[in-house]
């Protein structure tokens, strides 16, 4: 008789050989289905609806909402392949009111002149750089920074970028997102190109070597932790008392980009977002933009009022 754990097992391989998910998802379904396995092990209806149902208590006890949502998605994905496999006679799911309200959190953003500062302290860094090691991880984490904000890419994207991917010649950068879309955006401004050429040119044959565009010390692909710790690295060094999370560059490319009046539907296509509404949480936080419209195209400012 089958275990939850063997179900478990077969169902990871499915995911990663059927539907070729990533690592980043098949890590998360791992950790969530591993937890409701913990949990089940003592009890004999390990699928039974009470049993899940307690699981789903136990989860808002313990994690906050967009966790919890998270999880909930795991097990529901692993329950419905139960059903499809016919391993279960009722899918408990199809009883459960597994919605719950969960707060609108606005993205947290890195103000334009801060960027500014950010962007600086890490040419000054290549421009002083005291030895050639420090000069060649100088130009690849320019290269990092330039194309995270030139792209508002995710940063498994960025990382899982492959050479081929890069395009110099024809100013392009493909890029592979969730739930293998793939977009392909320009890249327009001439900093980050010849950021670019210039890692490529200093690291080609470490990239050929690792088969990733961007390669660490030991001529591996680039980790989404290393860029973290690079970040954190300059802003220091910039002096920044905010804390800078490589996801806040795409939130700055997004709101920033709203702020210069570009139509949130070539926005929502750049980040890769399927619904708009998605993107549309972004128009909550320009509130610089807000300011602009109220203070100079308010309607109020064109009448003249004789107030005696």
């Known amino acids: 008789m089958n275990t939850l754990g063997n179900y478990i097992t077969e169902y990871l391989e499915y995911c990663e050989y059927r539907k070729h998910l990533n690592i ?3 890590k998360a379904y791992k950790i969530d289905l591993k ?3 913990t949990f089940s092990c003592d009890l004999p209806e390990y699928l039974s609806r009470n049993t899940l149902d307690s699981f789903l208590t136990n989860l808002h006890k313990q994690y906050k909402p967009k966790t919890v949502k998270r999880k909930i998605a795991s097990l529901k994905a692993f329950f419905h392949y139960l059903e499809y496999k016919d ?8 009883k459960l009111d597994v919605h719950f309200r969960e ?3 606005l993205p947290k953003t890195i103000p334009f002149h801060s960027i500014q500062k950010f962007l600086s302290a890490l040419y000054e860094q290549k421009n002083t750089a005291a030895s050639a090691y420090q000069l060649r991880c100088s130009i690849r984490d320019i290269a990092v920074i330039e194309l995270l904000f030139a792209t508002g890419m995710r940063i498994s994207e960025l990382c899982s970028l492959k050479p081929s991917d890069i395009d110099l010649e024809n100013k392009t950068v493909l890029i592979y997102g969730k739930g293998a879309r793939e977009r392909l955006l320009q890249l327009g401004n001439p900093e980050v190109l010849s950021a670019l050429t210039a890692y490529q040119d200093t690291f080609r044959e470490d990239i050929a070597c690792c088969g990733y565009f961007f390669v660490n010390k030991l001529k591996h692909k680039l980790s989404d932790q290393s860029v973290r710790f690079m970040i954190n690295r300059y802003a220091k060094l910039a002096g920044m008392e905010q804390h800078i999370t490589p996801h806040m560059f795409r939130h700055s490319f997004a709101t920033l980009l709203l702020e210069q009046d570009v139509d949130i539907r070539y926005i929502q296509k750049m980040l890769g977002h399927s619904p708009i509404s998605t993107t ?3 128009t909550h936080v320009s509130n610089n933009k807000q300011k602009d419209i109220l203070m100079n195209k308010h309607p109020r400012n064109l ?6």
């Not at 009448?303 to 005696?308: Q, V």
Request: no cysteine; proline share 4%; hydrophobic share 35%.
């Open 103 to 105: 707060a609108k959190l």
């Open 280 to 282: 549309e949480i972004y």
């Open 35 to 37: 937890q409701y396995d």
């Open 24 to 26: 980043k998802s098949l």
């Open 87 to 94: 391993l279960l006679e009722e899918n408990p799911f199809n």
């Open 303 to 308: 009448m003249e009022i004789n107030k005696g």
